[in-house]
């Protein structure tokens, strides 16, 4: 596990909700618009693809073997589906590539293998998410992160602010962030260093 | 008691970085980096250390290039 990084916000103790939790199946709790935008776009993607799901599988038609317009519905309706997913999702997309007026710029270096070792984390640390210097940045500004590695492939990822984005060696990334409460944010390399 | 002075009065700060530039709209800022580096330093040949506009340059490529990216430029730009 390489590259281990944390935002951390204002001066408050490790206060662990933007933490993963054992077993988690959802996302982490909100803190950026843009990670907002994703999260209601997965669950209004969700409600409908389970609604569909579900009215759909109470026709069953046992002795039905031909039906040109019931081949003509769900030929075209699933494109619709999937139209109806591509336009919000686009917009989303794209609306998260833009950088605009950034207050503050963080720069992020990619490195192989950080890791605090056991030893050194305190009480209820998060071994292999703790670090020992902490990032400190403002809430409310919009934050330009430049992203870039120094060894081989990486990936700067904090789940609560919706951040993923590649740390490439010989290339600058960038992405943004505006961060709408004080936290701890974890986050870790998602990317198999390397490949 | 001079750290509750301190308190009281709250120090204001202006954050500012390098903004938007419609050369380089793309998630790729490697080449923002380079030519602002660039830039600033014609601009010094051109105009001499003092000249202010050049400390937009300056500002700009402070803000992007990495350390490290900075300090591997100056032997490309000998003539």
Same mark, same amino acid.
């Given at each position: /596990?390489?590259?281990?990084?944390?935002?951390?916000?204002?001066? +408050?103790? $490790?206060?662990?909700?933007?933490a993963?939790?054992?077993?988690?199946?959802?996302? &982490? !709790?909100?803190?950026?618009?843009?990670?907002?935008g994703?999260?209601?776009?997965?669950?209004?993607? /969700?409600?409908?693809?389970?609604?569909?799901?579900?009215?759909?599988?109470g026709?069953?038609?046992?002795?039905l @073997?031909?039906?040109t317009?019931?081949?003509?519905?769900w +030929?075209?309706?699933?494109?619709?589906?999937?139209?109806?997913?591509?336009f919000?999702?686009?917009?989303?997309?794209? +609306?998260l590539?833009?950088?605009?007026?950034?207050?503050?710029?963080?720069? =992020?270096?990619?490195h192989?293998?950080?890791?605090?070792?056991?030893?050194?984390?305190e009480?209820?640390?998060?071994r292999?998410? !703790?670090?020992?210097?902490?990032? /400190?940045?403002p809430?409310?500004?919009?934050?330009?992160?430049? =992203?870039? $590695?120094?060894?081989?492939?990486?990936?700067?990822?904090?789940?609560?602010?919706?951040?993923?984005?590649?740390? +490439?060696?010989?290339?600058?990334n960038?992405?943004s962030?505006?961060?709408?409460?004080?936290?701890?944010?974890?986050?870790?390399?998602?990317e198999?260093?390397?490949? | /008691?001079?750290?509750?002075?301190?308190?009281?009065?709250?120090?204001?700060?202006?954050?500012?970085t390098?903004?938007?530039?419609?050369?380089?709209?793309?998630?790729?800022?490697?080449?923002?980096?380079? &030519?602002?580096?660039?830039?600033?330093?014609?601009? =010094? @040949?051109?105009?001499?250390?003092?000249?202010?506009?050049?400390? &937009?340059?300056f500002?700009?490529?402070?803000?992007?290039?990495?350390?490290?990216?900075?300090?591997?430029?100056?032997?490309?730009?000998?003539?």
């Amino acid at each position: /596990m390489c590259s281990n990084y944390l935002v951390r916000l204002n001066s +408050t103790p $490790s206060i662990l909700l933007d933490a993963p939790a054992p077993w988690q199946i959802g996302f &982490q !709790d909100v803190a950026s618009p843009g990670f907002e935008g994703i999260v209601s776009l997965h669950d209004s993607i /969700m409600f409908y693809l389970i609604l569909i799901l579900v009215t759909k599988s109470g026709i069953v038609y046992k002795y039905l @073997n031909h039906g040109t317009l019931i081949e003509l519905i769900w +030929t075209i309706s699933p494109a619709l589906v999937l139209i109806a997913i591509a336009f919000p999702s686009f917009k989303l997309l794209y +609306t998260l590539d833009e950088v605009i007026d950034p207050a503050l710029t963080v720069k =992020v270096t990619g490195h192989q293998c950080y890791m605090v070792p056991e030893s050194d984390l305190e009480e209820g640390q998060l071994r292999l998410l !703790d670090v020992d210097n902490r990032l /400190m940045v403002p809430v409310n500004t919009h934050i330009r992160f430049i =992203v870039t $590695s120094t060894d081989v492939l990486h990936d700067f990822a904090v789940p609560s602010l919706g951040i993923k984005i590649d740390a +490439t060696p010989g290339r600058l990334n960038q992405t943004s962030a505006l961060i709408e409460r004080t936290g701890v944010f974890y986050g870790q390399c998602s990317e198999l260093c390397g490949v | /008691m001079a750290e509750a002075a301190a308190e009281e009065k709250p120090v204001k700060r202006i954050l500012q970085t390098v903004g938007f530039d419609a050369r380089f709209p793309n998630t790729n800022q490697t080449r923002h980096c380079f &030519q602002s580096y660039i830039d600033y330093h014609k601009c =010094v @040949n051109a105009k001499g250390e003092d000249f202010a506009p050049c400390k &937009q340059f300056f500002r700009a490529y402070k803000s992007l290039c990495p350390k490290r990216e900075a300090g591997k430029f100056p032997a490309s730009l000998e003539p």
